[in-house]
């Protein structure tokens, strides 16, 4: 073993930052695209308002697997084009087809198994991204190379968002007929699919990856945390099979709603992998990722329940907000109308500016952080997040909507960038890949939670009013705030 001081990672111009994260531009253009359209896609398929949080679901339970996967995968491959670049190549291809595929099927089944596609392979490129720039930056160039792409995740959403109003602006149809898509969502689609591939494919052209042996030499020695160290086998999941079986048993016996199978079956499989895993020692892929699950940093923990309640209240808005400013403020429930038509593409409007606004505060971020610290600084921008939800639910005129919006994109910006400062600072960078992939887990399942328990919470509290779900989102983003002063960094 060689005894040599660890070199310093080169530190990387601005251009190098550029074209590190370029691909996630593409990648944001995509996922702009599904979040401000998937819900007025399936509504003019015939998805009722209360059905259509159960219609995202194959997404995360995809995610719950891909995610940990590619970053373990990541983490241990290295090919002739390196061991990030194939994974988030290969996961733009495969989102370009499900983009040209999901506005054309006219079919409601057919329609979420496309989003299933589209969100698995969104997984598949964007996972490994996150570690790219962990891998390409230094730990003092982390928080502005994250900086640079939320500016570029902003900037793509921006695009996403808006490309069917600007396409409606140009003269292409923004309505159609009961069962079909409008032209000038098709399209907007159509240029997502080029997007994501070209630039994904920049990246990947213009970006020479560190090889193990360089990257060994960047980290200290001996680094913790490698795939050398004995697996872990947690003796918990028996509890996680008793509680999965018993939301089970207790939807059949008390008739609730028949989505929370979904998650009774999710926790008690979680519970089962455990078990036997224990019982029969595995060292394969599926108990070492167990295995570092159990073994997550102290921040990391404390950072997983944040995500938790954040994205509960994200996924509630990118679900939501289309029924609420349709009905609300442009009093439309017709989805083959011309009012609700305009809603949905003021809905890609709003979207488009809280994203522009995430682009230009992103780049703020790294001098406030050093004033009022990283946890500080992410748990204010919460805050703002939360206020934000709070006016959405009292606000009908069109223009003052922009304001929840401009908070909002405060928000926005502190989460694509603050956790994940916070976070690979804790993790040893062997394996960046696995650990991010297992943080993006804690993303993925309040999305499933929100799939599977928002349709009943919906229908039993508020059926025609799904503005009550804004603030449900306020008070998990206000938890997720308070939890967040409660990160301690770097363990």
């Not at 099927?105 to 996150?130: H, I």
């Not at 919470?457 to 503005?467: D, Q, Y």
Request: aromatic share 12%.
């Amino acid at each position: 073993m060689s005894t040599s001081a660890p070199r310093t990672k080169p530190h990387q111009s601005f251009a190098g930052l550029w074209n590190t994260s370029f691909g996630f531009f593409g990648i944001q253009i995509a996922f702009g695209l599904q979040n401000a359209n998937v819900s007025r896609i399936f509504q003019s398929l015939g998805s009722n308002v209360d059905d259509l949080a159960f219609l995202w679901i194959a997404g995360p339970v995809t995610g719950l697997l891909v995610q940990p996967l590619i970053g373990h995968w990541s983490d241990r491959t290295w090919t002739r084009f390196g061991r990030r670049r194939p994974w988030f190549v290969a996961g733009a291809l495969l989102a370009g087809l499900a983009l040209v595929g999901l506005p054309n099927c006219g079919v409601l089944l057919l329609a979420a198994a496309f989003l299933w596609l589209l969100d698995a392979s969104l997984n598949v490129s964007m996972e490994p991204f996150r570690a790219f720039v962990g891998d390409m930056t230094s730990a003092d160039q982390r928080a502005q190379g994250f900086a640079v792409q939320t500016g570029f995740i902003g900037a793509g959403a921006v695009i996403g968002s808006l490309a069917p109003t600007v396409l409606g602006a140009l003269g292409v149809a923004s309505t159609a007929p009961e069962g079909v898509i409008p032209p000038s969502v098709r399209y907007g689609f159509y240029l997502g699919a080029a997007a994501i591939v070209l630039a994904v494919g920049w990246t990947a052209l213009r970006v020479r990856e560190y090889s193990p042996q360089e990257m060994a030499a960047f980290s200290p020695a001996p680094e913790g945390g490698t795939e050398h160290e004995p697996l872990s086998y947690p003796a918990n999941g028996r509890w996680w099979l008793v509680a999965g079986v018993a939301l089970v048993a207790a939807v059949w016996a008390l008739h609730l709603d028949k989505q929370l199978l979904v998650l009774g079956g999710g926790l008690a499989m979680f519970g089962a992998a455990q078990v036997l895993l224990r019982l029969r020692r595995s060292a394969g892929t599926l108990a070492q990722i167990n295995s570092d699950l159990a073994r997550m940093p102290q921040t990391m923990r404390q950072l997983a329940l944040v995500q938790f309640f954040t994205w509960i209240a994200l996924f509630i808005l990118w679900i939501y907000t289309t029924p609420v400013v349709t009905q609300g403020t442009f009093h439309a429930t017709d989805t083959s109308g011309a009012a609700y038509n305009a809603g949905a593409d003021w809905v890609g409007v709003m979207f488009a500016f809280y994203n522009g606004v995430a682009a230009l505060a992103a780049f703020a971020l790294p001098l406030l952080a050093k004033r009022l610290g990283n946890a500080r600084t992410h748990a204010l921008c919460l805050l703002s997040g939360a206020a934000a939800f709070g006016l959405l639910l009292v606000i009908h005129d069109r223009l003052l909507l922009l304001v929840p919006m401009a908070l909002f994109g405060l928000a926005w910006a502190s989460i694509l960038a603050m956790p994940y400062v916070m976070l690979t600072r804790a993790l040893p960078p062997a394996k960046f890949g696995i650990y991010i992939g297992v943080f993006n887990v804690f993303i993925v399942v309040p999305q499933l939670i929100v799939a599977t328990v928002m349709g009943g919470v919906i229908r039993a509290f508020f059926p025609t009013e799904p503005a009550w779900t804004m603030l449900v989102a306020a008070l998990v983003m206000i938890t997720a705030a308070v939890a967040t002063l409660r990160v301690r960094e770097g363990g």
